[in-house]
T-cell receptor, first 115, second 116 residues
Framework: GENVEQHPSTLSVQEGDSAVIKCTYS??????FPWYKQELGKGPQLIID?????GEKKDQRIAVTLNKTAKHFSLHITETQPEDSAVYFC??????????????FGKGTHLIIQP | EPEVTQTPSHQVTQMGQEVILRCVPI?????FYWYRQILGQKVEFLVS????????KSEIFDDQFSVERPDGSNFTLKIRSTKLEDSAMYFC??????????????FGEGSRLTVL
């Protein structure tokens, strides 16, 4: 089955700096790569996703890049703010359709924004 | 904004007891999922449900687990005979379209299950 590796497990950056979190996946059939933000005591919340037909997607301060050849994808957060502090999970799915599209998650990155 | 709601928020049970976790997905969604997260670990897929049947299930989802959509709004996860290792946060999620197409997955806030 699919295996998703995520690094680093903890990332501390100064407010205003950029943060980059990287993930690799094993199944070349995977075609959907979302990123989730999880705040303490809450469920994961989708922040951005990318599908395999594009290499990059941006939404304000957040961007995701995908390299299908190397089977890795990254989350980039620019101009970090205190409210960006949370655990971030990457995930992958090969989406067979009809609901057979369970996500395989990485282990998470605890992002700490230092004031 | 529509959201996925889950009850109870926390349930404590004795080993061997049956537990039912309940979820109300977003009203116009068609795809439903259960995930779990053991404390401090990653979120793990359990099962997906579409068109009134299971679409996919993981190795975790063994015979002790079952899901049901008893009416037009609820989606439940039943654990028949709980084990200590079932202690985790269980997340329900739903999507309007298959995430392999254009769907996005929306998670509830979770039900924490503690098995003693």
């Amino acid at each position: 089955g699919e295996n998703v590796e995520q690094h680093p497990s903890t990332l501390s950056v100064q407010e205003g700096d950029s943060a980059v979190i990287k993930c690799t996946y094993s199944d070349s059939a995977s075609n959907y790569f979302p990123w989730y933000k999880q705040e303490l005591g809450k469920g994961p919340q989708l922040i951005i996703d990318i599908r395999s037909n594009v290499g990059e997607k941006k939404d304000q301060r957040i961007a995701v890049t995908l390299n299908k050849t190397a089977k890795h994808f990254s989350l980039h957060i620019t101009e970090t703010q205190p409210e960006d502090s949370a655990v971030y999970f990457c995930a992958a799915s090969k989406g067979s359709g009809g609901g057979a599209d369970g996500l395989t998650f990485g282990k998470g990155t605890h992002l700490i924004i230092q004031p | 904004e529509p959201e996925v709601t889950q009850t109870p928020s926390h349930q404590v049970t004795q080993m061997g007891q049956e537990v039912i976790l309940r979820c109300v997905p977003i009203s116009n969604h068609l795809y439903f999922y259960w995930y779990r997260q053991i404390l401090g670990q990653k979120v793990e897929f359990l099962v997906s449900f579409y068109n009134n049947e299971i679409s996919e299930k993981s190795e975790i989802f063994d015979d002790q687990f079952s899901v049901e959509r008893p009416d037009g709004s609820n989606f439940t996860l039943k654990i028949r005979s709980t084990k200590l290792e079932d202690s985790a946060m269980y997340f329900c999620a739903s999507a309007r379209d298959s995430i392999s197409n254009t769907g996005e997955l929306f998670f509830g806030e979770g039900s924490r299950l503690t098995v003693l």
